[in-house]
């Protein structure tokens, strides 16, 4: 941990700025199937939090009892929500923020990359690069996010190991530093080769639960395996430190390297490497951007941003949990904070933390942190929450929609209920609400068809309202804006019938297509459309 080791001597650090500098708050990146939920649960292994390992999974009869409470979850075998975990390795506080893996919620994982400060992309070793991954990808790098690649499954049947770095490079202009390199492949992988301080770690090295391995002199490979061609190896590793860029840290915090290392997550192989090089290389919680300006993670006063809303695991309370990362000072239970949104202070009396090995221990938390805060609706996503200062973190993002559908009530008398409770719905990120300016029904906006299964499941659950969805007229939402509010206005009133309000009351102009949205557009002046909207 040498960049650890150094800040931690400068006297001049203050205790916050040391807890700050031991934070790694970081996402997995991964196409469906490439084994993100294997590695998570091993690297809780690693940290200690052997008592989560094995409930982590959502798939199959293996189920979390935290997100059992949502059946549609369970039918289709699927991790819906978001949760967050904790755990300690090496003197270092990782927070793992997972992110579900069906791409219908793909906004709840777009939104929660906004609460990371790295993520590691996994990628299947016979597969190379998948559409999800890339897509994923993508976001991080909107975003600087720094990313350290873990190309696993090792153990099988793979691709070879220059064409997979070559792809990485084309295919995401990322240029690429392996940390490590597999000494044979499929049935005959061995194990990895420290390009850094030489030597072999062998798969078969007894110790895979600790994840202690066996090391080796390549020299001595020979009697390992008949298979393997020693001097074939040795050119191999010869031309990987010959042809590969050297680790630069900046680039790679910057976002245009990554390290890679290679391992199986199903053999708990390769996921302590992995870990160190979170640890040595990935950063400790960086600035976030605010409408005023940027505030630094070892500022003592806490603030602190939502990205994501989780509704109550028990369907008869509306409670809701916010998760809000923090992005300064320290936050302990019972302060004060202030929410700036509305202006109003809120007791922070009973917060989560999501330490994995014992929740009840940590009553405080630190900038990269994640809380959860239990709250009955007053809090949204993208707000802000601070010791007073009047600010408001910027980067939170909703994004168009891809599915309009308009919603039936099969009980006429329960439209103001039905308001409520798509208002709520929108506000913990379930589905966009649009209402129409000319007071039509309500359409709702989602990424993906499962959304409107879950908002179909929850408003029959929990507000006993039972819905229909109709195709609407309109396909497209986009936010409208103008730096001349006259603009705006005479926009607004000459195409009253395609306007509509979302959850915060800003304009959207719905259209019925591609075409009505360009024809329009290219006769509005002055006025922008916008397919991503930050939340404010
Ligand atoms: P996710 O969809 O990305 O969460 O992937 P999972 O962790 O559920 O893994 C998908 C499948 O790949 C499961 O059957 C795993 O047992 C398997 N798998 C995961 N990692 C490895 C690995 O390193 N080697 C092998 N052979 N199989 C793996």
Redesign the pocket.
Known sequence: MSDIAATAESPSRSPLADEVARRRTFAII?H????????TEKLLLFGGAINLAGQV?A?GERRNTRSDWMKIERERGISVVTSVMTFEFQDLVFNLLDTP?HEDFSEDTYRTLTAVDSAVM?IDAAKGIEARTRKLFEVCRLRDIPIITFI?????ESRDTFELLDEIEKTLALDTTPITWPVGRGRDFLGTYDVVNGGVRLLEGGGAKTGATEQIDIADLAGRNANLDVAEIKDELALVSEACKPFELEAFREGHLTPVYF?????NFGVGDLLEGLGKFAPAPRAQDSNVRKVEAAEPRMSAFVFKIQANMDPNHRDRIAFARLCSGKLSRGMKAKLVRTGKNMSLSSPQFFFAQDRSVADEAFAGDVVGIPNHGTLRIGDTLTEGEEITFVGVPSFAPEIVRRVRLTDAMKAKKLKEALQQMSEEGVVQVFRPRDGAPALVGVVGPLQLDVLKARLDAEYSLPVEFEVSEFQLARWISSDDRKKLDAFIAANNSGIADDVDGDPVFMAKNEFYLGYTRERAEGINFSNVKDVK
């Open positions: 991964s469906p199937d490439a084994g993100k939920t294997t590695l999974k798939k893996g996994v696993n499954k090792m153990d099988r391992g199986s997550a199903l053999r």
